[in-house]
């Protein structure tokens, strides 16, 4: 009788967790502890595959192709996103899967002027105030010089600025020193967050 020949080492899987799976654990999970974010920076469970889940630029929730479209499911699964190094995870204390992200996790879709602060609200209902803890950050593209303005929401998860509410940024923009350079930008949070070197303002 031939001896069988043993399949070779399968390539890497999605994973069979259904969002509903997600949803139920991330419930469970967050039972007993305070309003907000759940600590998964202290869950350590096993990587168990990517699923069929995208965060589109403009803030949209994507599973199997559809969109998401309830809101409290999609805050729900924003409480458990954690970013490590360049990838983007759900993470439950029995689970991690993998998720694509096109460009942040959140969008900044307004923000409040407090006395000198600057207080964002995302997609998601999170709000932060910008300043050493939750710095704003611009990049600018190589090729058209278009600007992508990023709020640190938490923990490496920043959010879009989008572009209504970054057109009111520049509004109350100033210009200061950076490195012996003047640079045009916004301050919050007692600190100046440069947006475009001032040389370069038309």
Known sequence: MAKSTPDPMPAQK????SAESLASAARTASKGTK?????????NPPFCGD???????????????????????VKLFATIMRR?????FLVT??????????????????????????RFVTNVDDEVTAGPDHPIRVERDAETGEPSP???IRANLEALIDRKSFYRLVDLGEEDMVDGVAWFGVRSGGVFFPIIPAADLV
């Open 14 to 17: 999605n994973v069979t967790a």
């Open 150 to 152: 990023y709020v640190l």
């Open 84 to 88: 490590d190094g360049d990838d983007y």
């Open 35 to 43: 309003k907000g974010p759940a600590p998964v920076h202290l869950w």
């Open 93 to 118: 204390p029995v689970e991690k899967v993998g998720i694509t992200v096109d460009d942040a996790p959140f969008v900044a879709i307004d923000f409040d002027r407090v006395g000198d602060d600057l």
């Open 51 to 73: 699923i069929d889940m995208r965060i589109a630029r403009d803030g949209t929730w994507f599973y199997l192709g559809t969109p998401i479209g309830r809101k409290e499911l």
